[in-house]
């Protein structure tokens, strides 16, 4: 009896303490990567992933001919690439998303961005969306993290998961442990 009682106490520590959250890794235009060839619809394919904190946004192109610049909204909807919040130049960049909100992603050569060659990448609080409260959003301004350049990404759909203590799942297993520790 007292190994049972172990037994679930342990289980239930597990639980409170670990919550599975797959991030994910997009790459942009999927196949055809960051490019004005093709007449890639980055607006549409935006529409079709969902994104979440945690989530890295991979930009895949040729650096010869193609950048990223991090932009406001403002520079986003004016193709205006003259003060970027951040570049990136590898061909290769990975930017991790660390925050709720739009981010501004277009590519800075000349014709490019009036071509179509622009992103915005929405990452919504669902959480706040189903509750009532204030509408707040958050700043656009706010940046990614830019992660280190990797030779090998893994898909959205294998991605490695990350570990958070929160939630309803942790808040309940910390609950149960609670229980556990002072019933048994």
Known sequence: MALIKRGVTF??????????????VHKVG?????TIIGNIDYK?????????????INFKYNAQFHNVMRVTHAMYKSCNGSSPIATFTSGNDFIKITNYGHHFFLCGVPGHCQAGQK?????????????????KSPSALASPVPVANAPAAPSPNNASPLFVANGAFGFIGLAMTVFCIFYF
């Not at 992103?119 to 509408?135: E, G, H």
């Open 119 to 135: 992103v915005d990448i929405n990452v919504l609080n669902v959480s706040a969306t189903s509750a009532v409260a204030p509408n």
């Open 44 to 56: 549409n394919w935006a529409a079709t992933k969902n994104f979440n904190i945690g989530d890295t």
């Open 30 to 34: 999927d196949s055809s990567g960051w």
């Open 11 to 24: 289980l239930m520590i597990i639980m409170s303490a670990i919550h599975v959250s797959n991030a994910s």
